[in-house]
């Protein structure tokens, strides 16, 4: 097999932002004292590491060079992808002294807890800024970027959260609402970023492109080659653009519909036996929403370089 | 180490001129040809002789059309890394992998350092770095850097392979900073341009557009051969010539 066939398109990258948002989502509510309990005093901070490493694995395997990882630490000063790294590390070492300081001291984790959280969640941002900061997708180059990737870490954390206390002694009636009013904001800032997704544009088009506006309107006559390359499998790709209005539908049912759902089943019945595994239902509903979220974020973008291949806009 | 320099000493690069490329894609394939065993692992194919074929190819020709009617014009368009003062490229590397020569300006990568990511292709406007499938390394246009300094090579071999093999002389290299060279006074004198200049990359490589017919210098008067004229022959020929005519 080929290793562009195992990479094409970055399903790793979709895994990893997905779990690891909602591990950094989980572990900054730990920090904060919000959402720790449940059936085992470490089942939450075990879910949220759980959910940030299995993210990392992910997203490593995308890597040309896997075992070179570690010297993505090195250029945190230019990089956002360097600087996730990093934040990572940090998030993670944070939450192991935070965790430590809970179970084995009398007290405090205040401080620490407050480190956590904003960690996690710089994390997150910094993850979302890789994209962000990128000039060449007019879709990703908005401020909304971060804040949906935020909101959607902090939605699943608050759900695992709910899940995790119903299964404990009985739903945390707080973090369920929380839960309620975190999946509202973030779609309806999703909403928003699709919106000005749908019009948003490259101030970069064929003329600029090419210089040869002066004789006109540009149009591609012949790309390089008739097969596809490189970039065109890693920029270009059309499926899930083709079916976006369907696709949008789907992330909205199971990242949106069926966990509110399911918080409100566990407003109404917070002391059915079915609540705790309702709840865990919602969850993993919202986590394969969130998914496709963040397919159609990859497959929605329009790189400039497309209208070297004959994009007529980008 | 992916800071960018402060200033580039020199700005090697390159100066294509849209006027006279005939899209021949002999620069493509000299520049494969070189850098297959240049700098760096091999450019590796998938599938070469096959139904799909694909590979790393540092510069490839593009064509396209412009305008309409009688001043329509159909442009062959070359295209490899710009080598750009502010190059994203070189910014989003987490490694250092991808770094710009503080010396010369020419943006490399380190295929010891790069990890693969392929972000620095996200962030190039113009598509001019590619994943090598076989070395899960980036790949891009080094500018020949193992030609243009090497002196086990005649001096006319010191520029980049694709400027060497262009038969229609549509390929310059130069150093673009100092005003005085001949790829700064070409820029100058036929209105070089910058590729997508808002996307503010400050491309090095210039390109010069193709000139309308107005513009161009009056071709000369094509030679008329006619078949039967013997004017110009010379020696024997002539004598025999002159001979014969005088018989009548």
Not at chain 1, 13 to 25: D, E, K, P, R
Not at chain 1, 230 to 238: D, Q
């Amino acid at each position: 097999m080929r290793w562009a066939d195992v990479v094409y398109p970055a399903y790793s990258i979709i895994i990893f932002t997905t779990l690891s948002g909602a591990g950094f989502g989980l572990m900054a509510l730990i920090g904060l004292g919000i959402g720790g309990s449940g059936p085992h005093p470490l089942a939450a901070p075990a879910l949220a590491g759980g959910l940030v490493v299995a993210g990392l694995i992910a997203s490593t395997s995308h890597l040309g060079h896997p075992e070179r990882a570690w010297r993505a630490l090195g250029q945190w000063r230019s990089s956002w992808l360097s600087r996730e790294g990093v934040l990572t590390l940090a998030a993670l070492l944070a939450f192991a002294v935070h965790m430590a300081i809970i179970v084995y001291g009398h007290g405090g984790g205040m401080v620490s807890g407050l480190v956590v959280a904003v960690l996690a969640l710089s994390t997150v941002y910094a993850t979302a800024m890789i994209y962000a900061s990128l000039a060449t997708v007019a879709q990703w180059k908005t401020p909304l970027t971060p804040l949906v990737y935020i909101a959607f870490a902090l939605a699943g954390g608050l759900l695992a959260g709910a899940a995790l206390s119903a299964a404990g002694i009985a739903p945390s009636l707080p973090v369920i609402l929380a839960a309620m009013a975190m999946l509202a904001i973030a779609w309806a800032l999703k909403m928003a970023w699709w919106r000005r997704a749908a019009t948003a544009r490259s101030a970069s088009t064929p003329e600029t492109a090419t210089g040869l506006g002066g004789f006109g309107a540009v149009r591609l006559l012949e790309r390089p080659h008739w097969q596809e390359n490189y970039l065109t499998r890693e920029m270009g790709y059309r499926v899930a653009r083709k079916h976006a209005a369907r696709l949008k539908v789907i992330a909205m049912l199971a990242g949106a519909a069926l966990p509110f759902l399911a918080l409100l089943f566990a407003f109404a019945y917070p002391f059915s036996p079915l609540t705790a595994g309702i709840l865990t239902l919602g969850f993993i509903a919202h986590l394969f929403g969130v998914l496709v979220e963040r397919w159609l974020f990859f497959a929605e973008a329009k790189h400039t370089m497309m209208l070297y291949y004959g994009a007529a806009t980008a | 180490m992916t800071m960018l320099p402060a200033a580039a000493e020199k700005k090697l690069g390159l100066v294509i001129d849209l006027d006279t490329c005939v899209g021949c894609h002999a620069c493509v394939v000299n520049c494969k040809e070189w850098n297959t065993g240049g700098y760096g692992t091999a450019l590796s194919d998938q599938d070469p002789y096959g139904a799909d074929p694909s590979g790393a190819w540092l510069n490839r020709i593009h064509t396209f059309e412009a305008g309409s009617g009688a001043d329509a014009r159909t442009v062959h368009f070359p295209k490899s890394c710009l080598h750009c003062e502010d190059a994203p490229c070189v910014t989003v590397c987490p490694t250092g992998a991808s770094y710009k020569r503080a010396a010369d300006g020419i943006v490399l990568v380190d295929e010891e350092m790069c990890i693969g990511c392929g972000l620095c292709a996200w962030a190039c406007p113009y598509g001019a770095r590619e994943m090598d499938a076989a070395a899960g390394v980036m790949k891009k246009c080094t500018l020949c850097v193992d030609r243009v300094y090497n002196e086990t090579l005649e001096e006319v071999d010191r520029v980049p392979a694709c400027v060497r093999t262009c038969p229609a002389n549509a390929r310059h290299f130069g150093d673009l900073a100092d005003p005085k060279s001949a790829v700064s006074k070409l820029v100058a004198k036929r209105g070089g341009i910058d590729l997508m200049p808002e996307q503010g990359t400050k491309p090095v490589n210039k390109y010069l557009p193709p000139r309308q017919a107005a513009q161009l210098p009056a071709p000369p008067e094509p030679k008329r051969h006619d078949g039967e004229s013997t004017a110009g022959a010379t020696g024997f020929f002539a004598w025999v010539d002159a001979a014969l005519d005088a018989m009548g």
